[in-house]
T-cell receptor
Framework: QKEVEQNSGPLSVPEGAIASLNCTYS??????FFWYRQYSGKSPELIMF????GDKEDGRFTAQLNKASQYVSLLIRDSQPSDSATYLC??????????FGTGTKLQVIP | EAQVTQNPRYLITVTGKKLTVTCSQN?????MSWYRQDPGLGLRQIYY???????DKGDVPEGYKVSRKEKRNFPLILESPSPNQTSLYFC??????????????FGPGTRLTVT
């Protein structure tokens, strides 16, 4: 079983819709959770991080964390074609190790 | 400009020929890390360093070496490269260890091909 799991997609949503990206993790000791965006051929860049149960909002982005269910999600409101990219979920626990999921490819259709 | 630089950006080499990929950051970050990215496998951590002279293995350290003699530099060494090390490599740094909220800044990547 993979430590951090994401649906590889592609997830296709129309422009202006809400895109919902999901991530599950296996290590209950995980402490911090990150969402990175990676455009094709580019390096990852941080979108959001969250470490407390609940929701965290930043502009059009909302990260949701449920530690009991070992589940973290990213909602993108008013999706734009420029949001089309691969979204990587990353989880850290003790010992400063970072584990990434394989990423979900998002396509926003104009 | 705050950045993480990697060199070279592209490298084609032959099996067994030692190589070094350099990584440097100008943000005075303590934490640095190397990843490889392969289709279907995502980003996997090779080695990380929490500070000068402090390094530790990630998930896929076999066949790689690192050193951290200066805070700004974290080179990745392949003593005897093999074709299964053909991959896209990223160096990253952050202000502190990533068990807190500090984001990782990634370099532009090095595409390595071993024939």
């Amino acid at each position: 079983q993979k430590e951090v799991e994401q649906n590889s997609g592609p997830l296709s949503v129309p422009e202006g819709a809400i895109a919902s990206l999901n991530c599950t993790y296996s290590d209950r000791g995980s402490q911090s959770f990150f969402w990175y965006r990676q455009y094709s051929g580019k390096s990852p860049e941080l979108i959001m991080f969250i470490y407390s149960n609940g929701d965290k909002e930043d502009g059009r982005f909302t990260a949701q964390l449920n530690k009991a269910s070992q589940y973290v999600s990213l909602l993108i409101r008013d999706s734009q074609p420029s949001d089309s990219a691969t979204y990587l979920c990353a989880v850290t626990g003790g010992y400063q190790k970072v584990t990434f999921g394989t990423g979900t490819k998002l396509q926003v259709i104009p | 400009e705050a950045q993480v630089t990697q060199n070279p950006r592209y490298l084609i080499t032959v099996t067994g020929k030692k190589l070094t990929v350099t990584c440097s950051q100008n943000m005075n970050h303590e934490y640095m890390s190397w990843y490889r990215q392969d289709p279907g496998l995502g980003l996997r951590q090779i080695y990380y360093s929490m500070n000068v002279e402090v390094t530790d293995k990630g998930d896929v350290p076999e066949g790689y070496k690192v050193s951290r003699k200066e805070k700004r530099n974290f080179p990745l060494i392949l003593e005897s490269p093999s074709p299964n090390q053909t991959s896209l490599y990223f160096c990253a740094s952050s202000l502190s260890d990533t068990s807190y909220s500090y984001e990782q800044y990634f370099g532009p990547g090095t595409r390595l091909t071993v024939t």
